[in-house]
């Protein structure tokens, strides 16, 4: 696992080394173990590493024999021990046994080709010294970040943004598309960054430049429905049991020692069930806890622990937990980000590392099974959509009272009724997965913005740009819904904040559900054995059922998330509300001052839940206030290791 960056800045410009150890050094959280360096007239690039694989080897940048090519990668490849012994006859391995290097070995031999038959998380950047040829590629489910810009007549690249600020002659302007996006979604929706200049590589895609003309980027995985129909129920089980044992068995492959996250759920509750069947050593399983909230797990991950026999980890949080760390959580991200669970991920992610490197994780499984509410609810709305069009007038009227649960349903039911009228599953997708309504953003955003981003406002225009109508398959308005969560949520919101609250500590997460082998698998799986009945995650579950304590499945699914709602009733409210004003994010002319101290007015009277957007809030606040500053206080490595040509 590491953190990569590199600038190919062309027309025969040098790139001076120490632009390339800048770039790195803001990388450090990510690598704190190693770092190398490569510069090659008007191309450089390097590394931060932490060691997980071949721990004395692994050096990067890592060389083809003849010195021709030179390899930087971050992310780990879970079945190269297979792919080396496939590799062997006809290259000559230099370390012992460096993922980066069978990497290099399989893309000499296979070309493009190499990157499906790569098992695991990955962002690669190979450089031919040659043709003056750069590749960067990025694995299926957008796991491992990788961003790159295009100025001044070259290219730079980074694990993270912040490791582009620092270039010469480089401009980041705030684009409001992305902050249009944030306050939506609570992130950035890809294409699009927080910065008119950056771009991410996107999930599955492969990217090549040579010395003059534009980059080329083509996609090499595309998530598709392949359902099979004629196989029992029975086998359906046995297959999803068979494939969960072998995608966390090779998930486990390290030199130091794997834990896991588990929250109480039935995805991390499989992960972990699944390591007890197949893991070498015993393990530690981690779980962040909410004394005295409904949202609380910490019981429910003790007895998987008990159950499995293993050590747990509990880290209570209480709101002025959160309020101390906010700062410092959204400092981890390049970009804003309102990802509920980003406060527990960062600070469960602080005192893992304090045990292992590497921790498994189960995200993914909600995307792939259909675990999550929305997804049940969006099923509901396709179906009483006659019904809702018939009583909306009915629900717009429904009164506000001094009460603060029957404001929350009665916004909870308006939301309802708008999902219900909308067409298909994709856009019923995204209007799931916002964060507030065009009502709402039309109370904060001033005027003149709102006007410059009506053009991209409705539901219907997002489903367009992103599954364009001549190139949907023909899916159930469920499966249409699975899909945006699958390729659109998953890499834009929940990888991103994963990666992030991990690397923060250097510590490495794994998502074995997101493994393109298993991916592939779950897509053929019949709907109807994911959401059976009112019941997600259906063949999952009895899967996984033997494994774990009796009636553990059978609680209410709660989540990895802030108790937000309740939190910002109290002293959270106030430190979101300071960071506001405190952060001159008001000066940007995006943003009406009126309308978001009204919203923090009514949360805490109850007439409305708008936790998810005061959350929202805080978090561009923060970021907004630090985002002008372009050096972090980083340790160099005492000795960097130069390769020079």
């Not at 060691?51 to 692994?58: E, H, K, R, T």
Request: aromatic letters at 10%; a neutral charge.
């Amino acid at each position: 696992m590491c953190g990569i960056a590199g600038w190919y800045r062309r027309g025969g410009r040098p790139v001076p080394q120490e632009a390339i150890v800048s770039q790195c050094d803001r990388l450090v959280s990510r690598g704190p173990d190693d770092a190398g360096y490569l510069t090659d007239a008007d191309f450089g690039f390097g590394m931060r590493r932490l060691s997980i694989i071949d721990i004395a080897g692994g050096h990067q940048p890592i060389f083809s024999p003849d010195g021709r090519y030179a390899i930087v990668f971050n992310g780990e490849i879970m079945n190269h021990p297979a792919l080396r012994r496939e590799l062997e006859g006809g290259y000559k391995f230099y370390t012992d046994h460096s993922d980066t290097e069978t990497i290099l070995a399989a893309y000499l031999k296979w070309g493009d080709d190499a990157w499906l038959r790569l098992e695991g998380m990955y962002a690669v950047a190979i450089w031919d010294k040659h043709a003056k040829n750069l590749v960067l590629a990025r694995d299926p489910l957008g796991i491992k970040p990788l961003f790159f810009t295009e100025q001044a007549g070259g290219i730079a690249f980074a694990s993270e943004i912040t490791a582009l600020r620092d270039l010469p002659n480089h401009r980041f302007e705030l684009n409001e598309d992305g902050v249009d996006d944030f306050f939506c979604f609570g992130h950035t929706l890809p294409p699009q960054t927080i910065f008119k200049q950056v771009r991410p590589l996107e999930p599955g895609h492969v990217l090549q430049v040579g010395a003059v003309g534009r980059p080329a980027i083509r996609r090499f995985w595309q998530a598709r429905l392949n359902v099979q129909e004629g196989i029992s129920e029975a086998d359906w089980i046995e297959r999803t049991r068979a494939e969960l044992l072998r995608t966390v068995k090779e998930h486990q492959l390290s030199d130091v020692p794997v834990g896991a996250f588990v929250s109480g759920g039935v995805d991390s509750g499989a992960i972990a069930a699944a390591m007890a069947r197949t893991a070498s050593a015993s393990f530690k399983i981690f779980t962040a806890g909410f004394p005295g909230s409904p949202r609380d797990e910490t019981a429910a991950a003790k007895r998987i622990a008990d159950h499995l026999g293993c050590e747990h980890v509990v880290l209570p949080m209480q709101p002025q937990t959160a309020e101390d760390v906010l700062p410092a959580v959204q400092a981890s991200f390049d970009e804003p980000t309102a990802a509920n669970s980003a406060i527990p991920l960062w600070y469960l992610s602080k005192a893992a590392v304090e045990h292992v490197k590497v921790v498994l994780c189960g995200e993914g499984g909600d995307e792939l099974f259909l675990g999550y509410n929305r997804q049940r609810w969006g099923k509901r709305m396709a179906r009483w959509q006659g019904l809702m069009r018939a009583t909306g007038g009915a629900i717009d009227r429904l009164p506000e009272l001094p009460i603060r649960k029957w404001n929350y349903f009665r916004q909870l039911a308006g939301r309802f009724r708008e999902g219900a009228s909308l067409k298909d599953g994709y856009e019923r997708f995204f209007s799931a997965v916002s964060i507030s309504t065009p009502q709402l953003r039309s109370r904060i955003f001033r005027p003149e913005f709102l006007a410059r981003e009506q053009r991209r406002e409705s539901f219907e225009e997002r489903a367009r740009e992103f599954f364009p109508p001549a190139q949907r398959p023909q899916l159930s308005d469920l499966e249409e819904f699975m899909l945006g969560d699958l390729t659109v949520h998953l890499p834009a919101s929940m990888c991103q904040r994963l990666d992030r609250a991990t690397m923060a500590h250097s510590l490495e997460a794994r998502v074995p559900f997101l493994s393109h082998r298993f991916v592939d698998f779950a897509l053929t799986v019949p709907t109807g054995l994911k959401l059976k009945g009112n019941t997600g995650k259906y063949v999952l579950r009895q899967a996984v059922e033997p494994w774990l304590p009796p009636g553990q499945l059978n609680q209410r699914k709660i989540g990895f998330q802030l108790p937000l709602a309740d939190w910002f009733m109290g002293g959270l409210n106030d430190f979101a509300r300071d960071a506001w004003r405190s952060s001159g994010a008001s000066d940007l002319g995006l943003l009406d001052p009126k309308g978001v101290e009204q919203l923090f007015d009514e949360h805490r009277a109850g007439a409305a839940d708008h936790g998810r957007m005061l959350y929202a809030i805080a978090m561009f606040s923060c970021w907004w206030k630090d985002q002008g500053r372009t050096s972090a206080k980083m340790s160099r490595p005492a000795k960097p290791v130069l390769a020079t040509t």
